[in-house]
């Protein structure tokens, strides 16, 4: 224990086993200022999480959420390798990291809430052997939960792996080089809100028993922060929502906008015909509702709340046409696939190169292989080491007919080109066996929906064509969600518009012989086991 003076405030502590190792949450101690904070140990390995939201909220149609992953290389004794000797912009652990507490948490704030929200987890100690991104998720859960901004936890996550054919809850990172999975799961009480996952072509069956297993075993976990945000937790601030239309409004809304044919819009093939098309359409259905003023003119003043009420209204067709008449945007079946061609050998200079067209998603893959002096060296909060083995993902905007300034790597790049690298590092050959850094890049050219599945896909042919000797071919698909009572749709291979729209994204990558990437995001707070399980299998 730290040893403190007469004046040190004492902390509240809430303590329960996980694995074998005590997990701690401490409050009253550190970042009092913050609108919530909670210090989390799990054995050595320590991360503040604190929780903080403006007074007013700004002017946006979405929420605004960030989350921050600060990794202090003093946790492990180490000073940064950079000229300034000090922590510069996150690396890519920070960045996954940071990504895994964000992705359970988002979903669980109140509709229309729109002050900002910063969530910052510094991890201040490392042991090595504990992980600490996945203490992320907890400590952001317990933050909120003390704090004043509404929210809807807790949640929590624990880490699943496979060890001589036996799950194991929260293995270290000398246990992870064993296992053959290496698994991620977020939830709350009630059902199951992220899940991540590598695999070295692990049966679906046994990846449901792991969901299973995670589910159940990070029940005392959550049952922590709920005794601890009975006795701690600050009251809610009041917000007020957005304006919007009454309910009764927006029922006749959609009504006349399926009088004016909104269900033959959408079902337009083409990505861009169909965005014209509901552009023009929008415009002309929301300039017949608006009310005329003395002089004839439309009065504006309700244009916006229309222009966001559009949104639902398409949302909620889209879905009918799911759920009602088993039918898709581009008039597709919920199980079909759209129409696949492929080109290998073609950049006359990269070792390996080749082009994956899956609908109106393209990506041009491409393998460089280089000597032991090519592999990245990693200077982060783990052991020194270097990594042979490269994925990189690049997103440009013309690729969805956008124009934007490019800013260099995104944070959803990061994201994409790690799920990629998963989903392909299970079936690479062993190093002693192919002594070569190897680099794969997918350069995404067309974009609607599922292309990070399709970097799977190109990166895969791009291996083959360099040559190398991978184990198996590797294929991915992104899937999406309709549910509404007690229907479910599951959406074999998504559009840009289902994605946006659905209810799910669920991303599977894997051989002929089982899984070795999953991902898993959700947008309505929670998906119940039994639903994961009817998408996985």
């Not at 910063?118 to 907890?138: E, F, H, R, Y």
């Not at 053959?180 to 990846?207: C, F, K, Q, T, Y």
């Not at 009918?320 to 080109?343: F, N, T």
């Amino acid at each position: 224990m730290p040893e403190a003076t007469p004046n040190t405030p004492q902390a509240r502590r809430y303590e329960t086993e996980v694995a074998g190792r005590k997990l701690v949450l401490e409050r009253g101690k550190y970042a009092k200022q913050a609108a919530g904070s909670v210090l989390v140990r799990y054995a050595d390995t320590v991360v503040l999480a604190t929780a903080q939201a403006s007074e007013e909220p700004i002017e946006a149609d979405f929420l605004p959420l960030t989350v921050e992953f600060e990794e202090r290389h003093y946790a492990v004794g180490k000073i940064p390798g950079s000229f300034m000797r000090r922590e510069g912009r996150p690396g890519e652990k920070a960045i996954l990291s940071a990504r895994m507490t964000d992705r359970p948490i988002r979903p669980l704030f109140p509709k229309g809430f729109r002050h900002e929200v910063q969530v910052i987890v510094t991890v201040l100690s490392a042991d090595q052997k504990n992980p600490p991104d996945i203490l992320g998720p907890i400590a952001a859960s317990a933050a909120l939960m003390l704090s004043d901004i509404p929210w809807g936890g807790p949640i929590a996550a624990v880490r699943v792996g496979l060890i001589g054919g036996q799950l194991v809850l929260n293995p270290t990172l000398q246990e992870l080089e064993e296992s053959a999975l290496d698994l991620v799961v977020a939830g709350s009480r009630e059902a199951i809100l992220m899940v991540e996952a590598g695999a070295n072509e692990v049966d679906e069956e046994l990846l449901v028993q792991a969901l299973e297993f995670a589910h159940r075993e990070m029940q005392p976990i959550l049952e922590l922060q709920e005794a601890m945000a009975r006795e701690l937790a600050k009251p809610k601030m009041a917000w007020t929502p957005p304006e919007a239309l009454s309910e009764e409004e927006k029922e006749a809304f959609y009504r006349l906008a399926l009088e004016r044919g909104l269900s033959q819009v959408l079902q337009t093939a083409s990505k861009g015909e169909r965005s014209r098309a509901l552009s023009a359409f929008a415009e002309g259905l929301i300039a017949e509702v608006l009310p005329q003023r003395e002089d004839g003119t439309p009065d504006e003043g309700k244009k916006p709340l229309y222009e966001s009420a559009f949104d639902e209204v398409v949302r909620r067709e889209l879905r009918r046409l799911v759920l009602e008449e088993g039918k898709r945007a581009d008039g597709r079946g919920p199980k079909d696939l759209r129409p696949i061609w492929i080109e290998v050998d073609v950049l006359p200079r990269a070792h390996g190169s080749a082009v994956f067209t899956r609908g109106e998603t393209q990506v041009l893959g491409t393998v460089t292989l280089g000597t032991g002096r090519d592999e990245q060296i990693i200077d982060d909060l783990g052991i020194d080491e270097t990594d042979p083995f490269l994925v990189h993902y690049n997103f440009p905007p013309f690729s969805t007919g956008e124009v934007k300034r490019l800013r260099g790597v995104s944070r959803r790049e990061v994201g994409h080109g790690n799920l990629a690298k998963r989903a392909l590092k299970a079936v690479m050959p062993k190093e002693e066996d192919f002594p070569y850094t190897v680099r794969v890049v997918g350069d995404v050219l067309e974009s609607n929906g599922s292309s990070s599945m399709a970097t799977v896909c190109a990166g895969c042919l791009a291996l083959m064509d360099a040559g190398v000797p991978i184990r198996a071919p590797v294929a991915g698909v992104a899937m999406g969600l309709v549910w509404e009572g007690n229907r479910a749709v599951i959406l074999t291979d998504i559009l840009g518009l289902e994605d946006a729209l659905g209810d799910m994204d669920f991303k599977v990558a894997g051989t002929r012989q089982g899984v070795t990437a999953l991902q898993m995001d959700n947008k309505v707070g929670g998906l119940p086991r039994e639903v994961l399980k009817k998408a996985l299998l």
